[in-house]
């Protein structure tokens, strides 16, 4: 695993964390809600951007990226 790659796997793991939190759900719940709106993989596509980013910022923009995809799905 590269540093790049293990970088990027702690970022996932802390908006886990957080997002967990956010929303007072179980690490499982936010997984499967990660799973269904392909949120870990905009959080790999955009590491660049989103780690320079604070928590609050982050779990905002999750809210958001999640709601988009949500409104989608109903499409």
Request: charged share 30%; aromatic share 14%; proline share 0%.
């Amino acid at each position: 695993m590269t540093e790049r790659d293990q970088n990027t796997a702690y970022f996932v793991t802390f908006c886990i964390e957080q997002y967990k939190m956010h929303i007072g759900a179980a690490g499982q719940e936010v997984m499967d809600l990660f799973d269904r709106y392909g949120v870990v993989r905009y959080l790999v596509d955009n590491y660049d951007v989103l780690h320079t980013q604070g928590w609050q910022w982050l779990v905002a923009d999750l809210d958001d990226y999640i709601a988009k995809r949500r409104e989608e799905e109903k499409r």
